[in-house]
């Protein structure tokens, strides 16, 4: 049983939709909920994007890194 209350599948997304269908669910969660962040290369340019736009308002966290898989738990603080 997984506790996130949504799952990104990134891969299934053209490139110009990945990062706004990710902000929007990340959006949609209440604080303390937790999101399932799935990719095929390291998101790494995201999480920064979100220290930019969303300080301190998540936590970050790497399950799986590579390297045909990225998998991270995005929380709401």
Do not use: C
Not at 36 to 42: K, Q, V, Y
């Amino acid at each position: 049983m997984n506790n996130f209350k949504i799952t990104v599948d990134a891969r299934d997304y053209e490139p110009k939709l990945k990062h706004p269908t990710i902000l929007n669910a990340f959006e949609s969660l209440k604080a303390g909920e937790k999101m399932e962040l799935i990719n095929d290369h390291d998101p790494k340019p995201l999480q920064y994007q979100f220290m930019i736009e969303m300080p301190e308002q998540f936590e970050w966290e790497y399950l799986e890194q590579g390297p045909d898989i990225w998998r991270v738990a995005i929380t709401k603080k």
